[in-house]
Structure formats: C-alpha cells, structure tokens
C-alpha cells in the first residue's frame, strides 16, 4: 500500500493512517488491503475480512468474514 493510498484509506474510513500503517492479519501477518465498499480491511493469504467499526477496526478472527 503506497503512502498516499493509506493516508486516504485512513481519511476514509475515520482510522488514524499510522495505526492502519502497522495492522497486519493477525493470522498469517501480512499485509491487508482496505476494501472501501465494504468497510472492511481485507487479508487475501487468509481469505479474510475484518470489518471496520466506528471507525475502528475489529481484528478478531471470530469477527471476520470468509472470502473466496
């Protein structure tokens, strides 16, 4: 994610940028990729979706979605 992506990322989905910076998937920890639309802060190695509450994301794997 380049710097200017999660500086907008982060304006948008009301997450603070330096916090979102250091998120990783708390399964495989790699990278996640932000999923405006949906709200929800994506990990494709995991094949899931974290949602993104109150501006707050919820990093539980019991709160993720599956994805294809």
């Known amino acids: 994610m380049t710097e200017e992506h999660k500086e ?3 304006a ?3 997450v603070d940028r330096k916090m ?3 998120l990783v998937c708390p399964v495989t920890q790699k990278p ?3 999923d405006r639309e949906a709200g929800e802060l ?3 190695a ?3 979706a974290f949602p ?3 501006g707050i994301p919820i990093m539980l794997v019991d709160e993720a ?3 294809d």
């Open 46 to 48: 995991a094949g899931l």
């Open 12 to 14: 948008t989905a009301g």
């Open 8 to 10: 907008s990322v982060a």
């Open 52 to 54: 993104i509450r109150d």
């Open 65 to 67: 979605r599956e994805i």
């Open 20 to 22: 979102l910076e250091s």
């Open 32 to 34: 996640l990729d932000y």
């Open 42 to 44: 994506v990990s494709r």
